[in-house]
């Protein structure tokens, strides 16, 4: 499939944020729902087992973040949040970034 995406024109005009993730591990109880349903595919289980025996979340790409919260609405344990870090500039790579995990998206999905 062609490849469209592009940086829009008025990208100078607008910020995104940058979210700062902090994670409650012995609250977990390794439901993974924050981890299926983040967009950005920030989190992934950690190797680590909490107090309760159950692998929390961990933070693997902490820049993709975008402080959208739904891993904190998400949680039935109130074991992560997230935090405005900073606003950001969005980028060529950016865009680049977001087309490819798009892409895979559209995929993963098909049975
Ligand atoms: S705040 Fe949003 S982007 Fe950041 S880790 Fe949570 S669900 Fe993912
Ligand atoms: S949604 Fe909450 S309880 Fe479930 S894996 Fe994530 S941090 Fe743990």
Not at 44 to 54: D, V
């Amino acid at each position: 499939m062609p490849d469209f995406w592009r940086l829009p024109l008025d990208a100078a005009d607008h910020t995104v944020p940058q979210g700062r993730i902090i994670i409650i591990a012995d609250r977990c109880k390794g439901c993974d729902f924050c981890i299926e349903f983040c967009p950005n595919e920030v989190l992934t289980p950690s190797e680590q087992f909490n107090r309760k025996g159950y692998h929390p979340p961990e933070v693997i790409k902490a820049e993709d973040c975008v402080n959208c919260g739904l891993c904190q609405v998400i949680c039935p344990e109130f074991a992560i949040y997230a935090e405005l870090d900073h606003e950001k500039h969005l980028t060529e790579a950016d865009i680049q970034k977001h087309s490819i995990r798009l892409s895979r998206k559209d995929t993963r999905h098909v049975r």
